[in-house]
């Protein structure tokens, strides 16, 4: 089994920035592709971005595309999300996921995830 456990998330102002932390329990995290999700409040869960096994390739939704970096450390068993330019449309609970497939935009292609971290965006 493979345990993901998100953190970071907080309270912060339109405009300013935060990373996000994705821990994998896992010593075989570099045979997985790292997603991130995120989900507002009466809203489907959607795509942020992934990032590959060996740190890339990345794909980002358009949404966050020049705002948002994914970034992974093989080493640490860990991937990031750094988030700039935060907008109060990029409120909601962040989550990432784990993937060996090639779905990599859709929910149904990860195989784990995570407990999620909550992200508010203060206008």
């Known amino acids: 089994q493979v345990q993901l456990v998100e953190s970071g998330g907080e309270l912060v102002q339109a405009g300013g920035s935060l990373r996000l932390s994705c821990a994998v329990s896992?010593?075989?995290?570099?045979?997985?592709?790292m997603g991130w999700f995120r989900q507002a409040p009466g809203k489907e869960r959607e795509f942020v971005g992934v990032i590959g096994r060996s740190g890339g390739p990345t794909l980002y939704a358009n949404s966050v595309k020049g705002r948002f970096t994914i970034s992974r450390d093989n080493a640490k068993n860990t991937v990031y999300l750094q988030m700039n330019s935060l907008k109060s449309e990029d409120t909601a609970i962040y989550y990432c996921?784990?993937?060996?497939?090639?779905?990599?935009?859709?929910?149904?292609?990860?195989?784990?995830w995570g407990q999620g971290t909550q992200v508010t965006v203060s206008s």
């Open positions: 996921a784990a993937t060996s497939g090639v779905r990599w935009m859709s929910t149904g292609g990860y195989d784990y």
């Open positions: 896992r010593r075989t995290f570099s045979s997985y592709n």
